[in-house]
């Protein structure tokens, strides 16, 4: 049996993040979270690219141009869809889970899902930065500890060089 575990080490790594400035005060807050986690495992500040996009529906094209360039690590995907605020709720957050889905499958770059679909902007507002934490740096460790899994899992006779990452 072999069993292999990732580990948010960020030394090396270069990490893009895609987020959406519908919501912004949220969003912002979300960014936040991720950025401090990120340089909390030791990623540079000079290893991150962030790109704003209008809303959560545009973060799927993006996160695909960012894969495509081979430059980073992982990426991180960060937007709040509020049910209380729009009609088309399932939607924009249901495209926004797939689309960001499929650029992982499909390009085989750790690509990390924090979009908040919630009831309510409290609801929102306590995932980030709030009561219940900030899931932007819970992002920043899932999308460091996704690179390191793809580095160590069994068959690969040595870590994946991804270009533009400096392990
Ligand atoms: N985008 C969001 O990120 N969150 C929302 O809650 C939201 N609402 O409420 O509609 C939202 N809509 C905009 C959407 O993401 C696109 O930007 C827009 O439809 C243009 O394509």
Known sequence: MTESRGAPEGAGRRIGVVVARFHEHVTAKLLEGALGGLRAHGVADDAVDVAWVPGAFEIPLVARQLA????????????????????????????????????????GIPVVFEVLATESLADAEARAGGAHGNKGWDAAE????????????????????????TR
Not at 142 to 153: C, F, G, Q, V
């Open 142 to 165: 899932a999308a460091l500890e996704m690179a390191d899994l793809l580095d160590r899992l069994p068959g690969l006779t040595q870590p994946v060089q991804r270009e533009g990452s």
């Open 68 to 107: 495509s360039t081979g430059g980073y690590d992982a990426l991180i995907c960060l937007g709040a869809v509020v049910r209380g605020e729009t009609a088309h709720f399932d939607l924009v957050a249901g495209e926004a889970a797939r689309g960001i889905a499929d650029v992982g499958r499909t390009t």
